[in-house]
């Protein structure tokens, strides 16, 4: 079974509107980490931000912007004021404690394309 | 720093043919990995190693070696390839594979299997 959803495939919007990701994941750890990556159009994926499952507090950085809800299982992503610069595909990451076998494996989501036009 | 590091670019194979794909790093990082992404299916991991001379299963190994002599390399062959293997392959490496550890990932190779 998928453990990181991210529902929306792609996402068009004109630049300077905001654009939100949605990432819902599914867990029986109560120790975990979530991650974003980027990937813009030349392929390469981008290190965005990292949060582990005990820290909820939302995290801005620049126009980017993070919101953690454990209740929900969600850490959504947010894009205020959009840029081309933007456009890229967007994944969301699952890494579990489970076993110390399974730490640095990865679940990754489908990603969603973000379009972003002038 | 290079970071990781992946050769080649580029390649296409005609079905049965085989080839191993180059991962580097010079980050002197413990876990290594390889994943392969195809359309709406995000990254999938094939083949991990948690250090030199060990390396173990991911979600698909079918169909791919590997194989970890030194901390620097981890190279990822395909025996016989299958038109089933034509997608995009990431290296990735974190410092000892520890819950959180972030993965960074080389710039991909993109393989096509005739």
């Known amino acids: 079974a998928q453990k990181v959803t991210q529902a929306q495939t792609e996402i068009s919007v004109v630049e300077k509107e905001d654009v939100t990701l949605d990432c819902v994941y599914e867990?029986?750890?109560?120790?975990?980490?979530l991650f974003w990556y980027k990937q813009p159009p030349s392929g390469e994926l981008v290190f965005l931000i990292r949060?582990?499952?005990?820290?909820?507090q939302n995290e801005i950085s620049g126009r980017y912007s993070w919101n953690f809800q454990k209740s929900t299982s969600s850490f959504n992503f947010t894009i205020t004021a959009s840029q081309v610069v933007d456009s890229a595909v967007y994944f969301c990451a699952l890494s579990e404690a489970g076993t110390t076998d399974s730490w640095g494996k990865f679940q990754f989501g489908a990603g969603t394309q973000v379009v972003v036009t002038p | 720093n290079a970071g990781v590091t992946q050769t080649p670019k580029f390649q296409v194979l005609k079905t049965g043919q085989s080839m191993t794909l180059q991962c580097a790093q010079d980050m002197n990082h413990e876990y290594m990995s390889w994943y392969r992404q195809d359309p709406g299916m995000g990254l999938r991991l094939i083949h991990y190693?948690?250090?030199?001379?060990?390396?173990d299963q991911g979600e698909v190994p079918n169909g791919y070696n590997v194989s970890r002599s030194t901390t620097e390399d981890f190279p990822l062959r395909l025996l016989s390839a299958a038109p089933s293997q034509t997608s995009v392959y990431f290296c990735?490496?974190?410092?000892?594979?520890?819950?959180?550890?972030?993965?960074?990932f080389g710039p991909g190779t993109r393989l096509t299997v005739l």
């Open positions: 190693s948690v250090g030199a001379g060990i390396t």
């Open positions: 867990t029986r750890d109560t120790t975990y980490y």
């Open positions: 949060r582990n499952s005990f820290d909820e």
């Open positions: 990735a490496s974190s410092y000892s594979g520890s819950l959180g550890d972030t993965q960074y």
